[in-house]
């Protein structure tokens, strides 16, 4: 038997922000990955402040904001890369309207750190009525971050390419590991477990492209009009994603792919090329909250899930305050605690 403080099982950016809080804190630990490609992993990984529909912000913006750039330069001291793109949001304005709401918004103090008042337009796209950029945003380097963590985790044998299977969970005993607590970052899968059936999670589906641009665009921003467009490498773009709480299929949506190259028709004037077509499943809440405690009966099982589009802020973030309930004992916010569901 190997005894480890804890089990963590997941694939994406719950599993993955909580295994950096066990490695930063020096807790032994294993993680038991599906070994499948999880809606984190083909997320957009933008990190963005603001809900560009209505330039507002929302709940704990610039506390995640500060995470993140706290915690990837944590990442980086045993991976050797940080993997935060400093890569600012360009919003297209639709209209002078817009254009005059940014402004008279970025007078407001909850607003203003976001809102940049100077106004861009931008080569080879149509922007009219210019783009706001909005200071402070980024973007993840989603392949680099799942690769180098990955990379840490296997040569340190601290990564299990096998899905678990619960019917083997005993107490404090999985096969041939005993441990104090099980933390489980399942996203949509929490579906399947058996632990945790009162849990209140919805597929929010996404579909994006990945596209060659017969003129690229420089130099390179992020771009926003309705979905978000920027480089993955010298020859390939993203655009996306879309939002279909209604769509359950697990298979990719024609209309939705339609949708997006209608989409970047609308300011990219120039031929493109649709190389791929990918989806994947969100897991949300009603309440846009993340979900974290333990179980009544079972006080070591854990839940880490409902990050939702916001995955990486939120995922960032509260894997701490987990870490911090567990070991330390701090209260969990009411608005994320698990007993919200369970009262």
Known sequence: MKNVDYIIVGDGYAAFFFAHQLILNHKSFVLFSANQTSASEVSAGIVNPLVLKKFTTFWLAAEQIESLVTTMSEIEAYTGQ?????ENIHRIFHDQSEKDLWTAKTETEELKPFLNPEFETLDTISNPFGTGKVDHSARLDVNGFFKGISTYLEKHDLL????????????????????????????MGVTSNPYFTDIQVIANKGHHLKVKLAK??????????????????????????????????????????????????????????????????????????????NLADHQ????????????ILNGCYFSKELYDHIENDKELMKEVDLKRFTK
């Not at 678990?164 to 099980?182: C, H, P, R, V």
């Not at 279909?244 to 209608?262: G, H, M, S, Y």
């Not at 854990?302 to 995955?311: P, V």
Request: with cysteine; hydrophobic share 30%.
């Open 82 to 86: 940080n993997y935060l793109i400093h």
């Open 300 to 311: 070591n099982y854990y839940i880490f899930n409902g990050l939702g589009a916001r995955g």
């Open 160 to 187: 299990v390419n096998e899905k678990l299977n619960y019917a083997e969970i005993n107490d404090s005993t999985y096969k041939d590991f005993t441990f104090k607590n099980m933390v489980f970052c399942e996203g």
């Open 216 to 293: 690229t665009i420089s130099p390179q921003y992020t771009i926003k009009k309705k979905h978000f467009l920027f480089p993955l490498n010298e020859e390939l773009y993203y655009y996306g994603g879309t939002y279909d709480p209604n769509e359950r299929a697990n298979e990719i949506d024609d209309f939705k792919t339609e949708e997006l190259k209608e989409g970047l028709a609308a300011f990219y004037s120039h031929d493109f090329e649709v190389v791929e077509v990918n989806y994947g499943f969100r897991p949300t809440v009603k309440d846009r909250r993340p979900i974290l405690g």
